[in-house]
């Protein structure tokens, strides 16, 4: 009998619990997860778009970086490196040919350009004198191919000392820098009354 | 190469739309599961939609993760437990909270008294008060037993426990229930 009781309250208590669970979601809550669901779809596509567009602005800031050092470690050539070029006018046709006609760093160097090669003219030449100021502003001198011909010559009798350099130091002289410009003293001027019109 | 990279493509997208085909399967075969399992801590419809929405929400972006789709059920289990035992400890707003939903609304459309009505709330609400007091274990186990007609097997399934341990946990937590519930258990009859 106790157990008969028993029994039948544990069957009520069940049943009383799946009563008390048995609660379903409004209709309303699938089409909220599905909607959740959609939104964190979105949302890991507007990651993955976000991290692409990430990716493409490093990309691009990398390549930026990576050309400007390439540019600014290009060896640029000191003046010593400049060399000396035809300049294509002339006889020789087209003249898109260069040529290093071999003047060697001191002909090129400014501040002394006498000072080391034996025979220093400051030639006219076809200089690429491209230092990295001169990157942005480049400076040429432009010579007829006859002429850097000439040049040639001269300097390869010079180097074969078929030709005396004695007479040059004149030439330096006159490449020398100038004196320093004395100050102008200027006297104060006075103008004195005409007599003629203090007659008046 | 392109040939390659196209299929490569075409069968990342093709895995792509079956996960989110079986995902949606399982979410019309589990939704009411993870809901009753949130109310069943929770005791407030909004609360436990909002949390078993949230356990789906988790559930999808782990989901590629899951290695056997077939515990998907047990998983979403014990997630919506948890958070719904999360949400509950953070708002302290169902310490004195009527029974409502599913019994009240029953108890309105039949034709019992208001007297009766009353009686019925007074009762659900010390069973729901008698389940809350159950160690965490037994009272899952009372819960999945009692949610969508679980027998022994389906329970061991969603704990991953084995089925003795189902049976003894749930005939300690009725024990403990007839115990708190003592006084129901005559009217019951």
Known sequence: MDGELAEMNEKALEREIEAALGVDPSPEFLPQVRARIANERMREGWFWSASWRWAGVVVVTAAVATIGVWVLRDPAPALSEAHVRDSGFGTRGSGAESRDLGLGTAAAKPESPLSSAPNPIPAVRHVHAESRAAVAVPFEVVIAPDEAAALKQLFTAIGSRQLETFALPDLQAALKPPAPIEEIVLEPITISPLAALEGE | ?189
């Open chain 2, 1 to 189: 190469m392109h040939e390659r990279a196209e299929r490569l493509v075409g069968s990342l997208v093709t895995a792509d739309l079956e996960l989110e085909r079986e995902f949606e399967a399982r979410l019309s075969d589990s939704s009411r599961l993870a809901f009753r399992v949130a109310y069943s801590v929770l005791r407030q419809r909004e609360d436990a939609e909002d949390v078993a929405q949230e356990a789906f929400a988790k559930a999808y972006r782990s989901f590629n993760q899951l290695r056997d789709r077939t515990r998907f059920r047990a998983w979403l289990v014990r997630m919506t437990w948890r958070l719904a035992l999360d949400r509950q400890r953070a708002s302290r707003r169902h310490s004195r909270r009527l029974v409502e939903a599913g019994l009240l609304a029953r108890l309105d459309q039949s034709d019992e008294t208001t007297a009766d009505v009353v009686v019925a709330r007074e009762r659900a609400e010390h069973l729901w008060n008698a389940i809350e007091a159950l160690p965490e274990k037994l009272r899952l186990v009372v819960v999945l037993a009692g949610i969508e007609g679980h027998d022994m097997h389906e329970v061991s399934a969603l704990l991953d426990v084995p089925e003795g341990t189902v049976k003894s946990r749930l005939f300690l937590a009725r024990k403990q229930l007839k115990d708190r519930l003592s006084w129901m258990a005559s009217s019951l009859r």
